[in-house]
């Protein structure tokens, strides 16, 4: 059981990079030569590197980063209120108020932003929006906030089963090992897509979303140590 625990893990941080890849060239398609981001601190200033398309560009990337990272947040926010039902310890249904409460108030903010500079409602994620990854990226549509939820590995939810986790044997286990790899795809955009942003409101949320993500991770690996004996990464 443990290899095939640890063989599953393996595969979704495979699949998982393999998306942030594709994720992160459509903010930033120059990144192809950007620096390593696992090499690199997210508190660690990163080069600017344009895109080559002027202000539009510029529009582009702040346009796509809110379309990418409204889905990524509802995926997190699914997570933490089946947490407050199924989590066993109050550390984990404290972490999951905290992250339905601000990445809540920052959907909120983005959509305002998006109607504001771009003239229009936030468009769905998906094929034919103008925002999918193109063929053979495996992209799926159902971003749904009810039951049966699944966020296929093209999506910005990031290899997150929502039934998987409501049958989860362990919960606060689970929750653990499929949020820290959520925080750390939501922590890559953020921090690439700071390279490419007009908007300054826009990119001090950013940082703030790098900032306090990785702090969540951190707490998340440090109870998974405690609790369970190994990092949960």
Known sequence: MAFRSTHTGRIRQTWAGLAAAALLLMV????????????????????????GGGAMAQRSADASFIVM?????????????LALSRARRPEIKALAQRIIASQSREITQ??????????????????????????????GQSMGMGGGMVMGWGMPGMGTSLEALKSAPDFDRAFIEQMIPHH??????????????QHPQLRELEAAMVRVQ??????????????FGTSGS
Do not use: C, K
């Open 28 to 51: 930033h398609p120059s990144a192809q030569s950007a620096p390593d981001p696992a090499a690199t601190p997210p508190s660690a200033p990163v080069p600017r590197m344009g895109l």
């Open 69 to 81: 990272m409204i889905p990524h947040h509802q995926g997190a926010i699914a997570m933490a209120e």
């Open 110 to 139: 983005m959509r305002q932003w998006y109607r504001q500079w771009f003239g229009t409602d936030v468009p769905a994620w998906g094929i034919g929006s103008g925002y999918g990854m193109g063929p053979g990226m495996g992209m």
């Open 184 to 197: 750390r795809m939501g922590v890559m955009m953020a921090s690439h897509a700071e390279w490419n942003t």
């Open 214 to 227: 990785s702090q969540e991770i951190e707490q998340m690996a440090q109870w998974y140590r405690q609790w």
